[in-house]
């Protein structure tokens, strides 16, 4: 892994979901590009393509494709041959594809959300029980995916003018994905840190293109990581784990199956939005991983 920048600094791409953006980061940069433990980062954070700032596709993509514009961004146009990569929500999705079709230039990758599945289920009892609930727990969650993955245009239709159900319809995420106190979601967040996440969608006009990546996957064949049950990401994978991710991570057995797990780090807080709820753990939970790698 070749340094950049600053001594001991490697580049670093920090990769935003939904209904997040590059906004996420702001606590969590000035920790990464600091140099403690002997290392630091040159961070890139692209909003993803349709998202906030990035030009919206000419029609609905899904991860795998993203992973391609974003692995031609850092190699072709910013010059970097070789890159980390640190990611939750959609972006588990998308670094495992950066990981497994440029395993020459991606050299490792952090994630924080297990979205992939295995195509041969589950293996043992502690493996079924979580599939149990975790399929319990999508029961409640997946009416705005089933939405957004089939007739995404009918809901952008109604917030094209309406402000306040865009907020409505990101708040809710927020409120019910993160480790909030007392069912207050200004115990974890910020008024501004929500505003800001809420005013880029609006002023970029990208509430609609941003779901696309929803149909985009069930294009690209949905959550099934490969049919060949022997094929995983080989690239060396740290997870972490925070209590409050809204979709249980499967026991690390099953994770292995899929990833090439060097690092499994059980949170003691956090939820979903893990860089914006709990900046300092998960940087140094990064810093010691990529360590390791380089």
Not at 35 to 43: A, K, Q, R, T
């Amino acid at each position: 892994m070749k340094k950049v920048g600053k001594k001991n600094n490697y580049p670093l791409v920090l990769l935003h979901g939904w209904p997040g953006s590059i906004s996420e980061f702001h606590n969590i940069i000035p920790m990464l590009t600091e140099n403690s433990n002997n290392i630091s980062f040159d961070v890139i954070a692209p909003s993803l393509p349709g998202f906030g700032f990035s030009d919206k596709p000419n029609k609905p993509i899904g991860p795998r494709k993203m992973a391609n514009y974003i692995n031609n961004l850092l190699v072709d146009v910013l010059g970097y041959k070789n890159y980390f990569v640190q990611d939750g929500d959609w972006v588990s999705y998308i670094a495992a594809w950066l990981a497994f079709d440029n395993p020459k230039n991606c050299k490792g990758i952090h994630v924080n959300m297990m979205g992939f599945r295995h195509v041969n289920g589950t293996q043992n009892e502690e493996e079924k029980k979580w599939d149990n609930d975790f399929e319990l727990n999508v029961e409640l969650q997946k009416g705005y995916m089933t939405q957004k993955a089939t007739k995404p245009l009918t809901l952008a239709y109604s917030m094209i003018d309406n402000p306040v159900g865009v907020a409505a319809w990101i708040l809710e995420k927020f409120h019910g994905w993160s480790d909030i106190k007392e069912n207050d979601l200004f115990s974890t967040f910020t008024k501004d840190e929500l505003l800001r996440n809420i005013m880029i969608y609006l002023l970029t006009n990208t509430f609609e293109s941003s779901s696309w990546i929803y149909y985009g996957r069930r294009l690209e064949g949905g959550r099934i990581f490969s049919n060949n049950p022997s094929t995983r990401v080989e690239t060396p994978t740290a997870c972490s784990i925070f209590p409050k991710e809204f979709l249980k991570w499967p026991p690390k057995s099953y994770v292995e199956r899929i990833y090439n797990v060097q690092q499994w780090t059980e949170m003691p807080r956090g939820g979903h939005f893990a860089a914006l709820e709990e900046p300092s753990l998960l940087s140094n939970d990064i810093k010691t991983f990529f360590k390791k790698l380089v």
